[in-house]
Each structure stands twice: as structure tokens, then as C-alpha cells.
């Protein structure tokens, strides 16, 4: 599934997302440094309600925030050297919650996600466009 949208419509781009994933918990952000995964992941986490400040885990690795129908955790591998240290921050917990989970850089600890994680690849298509590619495999 593609879509491409524009950075000043990327609130009916995270609509659109949330009818496209459905019920789907675990969701991998891949793309390359400033493509604007964690921008969109903001905008998601607002069009479900958020009301914590949504920022960047790349120090923290996990962040957690409260929405009216549940959690949702953000999760950063970007900082991590493998999957023993992703286990080790406790990422695995988060991953098999049954609570939404963003995840940027999955491919530093690809072999930890549940066999249904949608892969989400954000590619930027100039400085106000970018490409949605939703993969369930």
C-alpha cells in the first residue's frame, strides 16, 4: 500500500494511516536521517488523541504516552549495537504489550518483532512531499 502526501497535509495522511493499519499494535518506521519518521509519528500520536509532548527517543530509547483509548510506545534503535541491548532496555516488554508501539531504525534489532509488525518506508520526495510504503511482511 503507497501514499504520498504533503507535509502540510500530514494530519489526513495519519488518518488515512490508522484506516490503512487498522488494528495492527506493532509498527516499524524505516527510513533514512531526517526523512521525517518521528514527524509522522507525531502526527499519529496527535490524531489519537495525545496530549504529552512528543519528541524524539533516540537518548531515551522508549517513551511512553497515554491516549484515551490506551499507551502508545515510541521507541528509538538508533543509538542501539544490537538486539542483546535492545532486550536489555526492555524494548521486548513493549513489543509484545498488546499496546501500539512506533519503532524507528528496526533494523538494528530486526529479529525481536512480532511475525505481524507493518513496516512503514518514508521516503522523501522533495522538501514538502514524502512516500508512504506500508509492507505487513
Known amino acids: 500500500m503507497d501514499f504520498t502526501y504533503q507535509l502540510n497535509g500530514i494530519r ?14 506493532v509498527i516499524a518506521f524505516h527510513g533514512a536521517m531526517g526523512s521525517g519518521k518521528t514527524t509522522f509519528i507525531h502526527a499519529l500520536c496527535e490524531v489519537k488523541g495525545v496530549t ?5 527517543p533516540t537518548f531515551s530509547i522508549i517513551n511512553e504516552y497515554c491516549f484515551p483509548g490506551g499507551m502508545i510506545y515510541h521507541i528509538d534503535f538508533y543509538r542501539l549495537k544490537d538486539e542483546q541491548e535492545a532486550t536489555r532496555a526492555g524494548v521486548e516488554d ?5 499496546h501500539i508501539c ?8 530486526p529479529g525481536i518483532f512480532p511475525i505481524d509488525t507493518i513496516h512503514v518506508f518514508i521516503d522523501v520526495v522533495d522538501s514538502e512531499t514524502r512516500h508512504l510504503t506500508i509492507q505487513d511482511k
Request: glycine letters at 4%; aromatic letters at 18%.
Open 102 to 109: 512506533f519503532v524507528e531504525w528496526p533494523e538494528k534489532s
Open 12 to 25: 489526513a495522511a495519519a488518518v488515512w494511516f490508522w484506516q490503512a493499519v487498522a488494528d495492527k499494535k
Open 94 to 98: 513493549c513489543l509484545y504489550s498488546d
Open 52 to 56: 504529552d509532548v512528543v519528541g524524539s
